[in-house]
Nanobody
Framework: QVQLVESGGGLVQVGGSLRLSCAASGTTSRTYAMGWFRQVPRKEREFVASISWRGHVTYYADSAKGRFTIYRDNTESRGYLQMNSLKPEDTAIYYC??????????????????WGQGTQVTVSS
């Protein structure tokens, strides 16, 4: 199973930017899609963005379109989520996850089988 560690969260003012990073290990000989999700207390986890194995296909939640960019560097086994124009409603714990598939179709959340521990993002107004 893939091990994932997120970093890059923190406190930022409205309109600011953060770049989240997800370091993957245990990925030898595996192809995997990567996704970012977020969760706030007492609410369900929600999809933010995902990227296919080769990085050619991306999907975004409506709330992320135009502000967030997902990308990856397979040579370093890392994924990234660049977040710009942050809003208070972006405050959440952000998780990266991987799904062991080279498919480029939008995946079901249940297909992601490895999850990181999360990184807190707080946007202050």
């Amino acid at each position: 199973q893939v091990q994932l560690v997120e970093s890059g969260g923190g406190l930022v003012q409205v309109g600011g930017s953060l770049r989240l990073s997800c370091a993957a290990s245990g990925t030898t000989s595996r192809t995997y899609a990567m996704g970012w999700f977020r969760q706030v207390p007492r609410k369900e986890r929600e999809f933010v963005a995902s990227i296919s194995w080769r990085g050619h296909v991306t999907y975004y939640a409506d709330s992320a379109k135009g502000r967030f960019t997902i990308y990856r560097d397979n040579t370093e086994s890392r994924g990234y989520l660049q977040m710009n124009s942050l809003k208070p409603e972006d405050t959440a714990i952000y998780y990266c996850a991987t799904a062991p598939t080279p498919r480029t179709l939008r995946l079901e959340d249940s297909e992601y089988d490895s999850w990181g521990q999360g990184t807190q993002v707080t946007v202050s107004s």
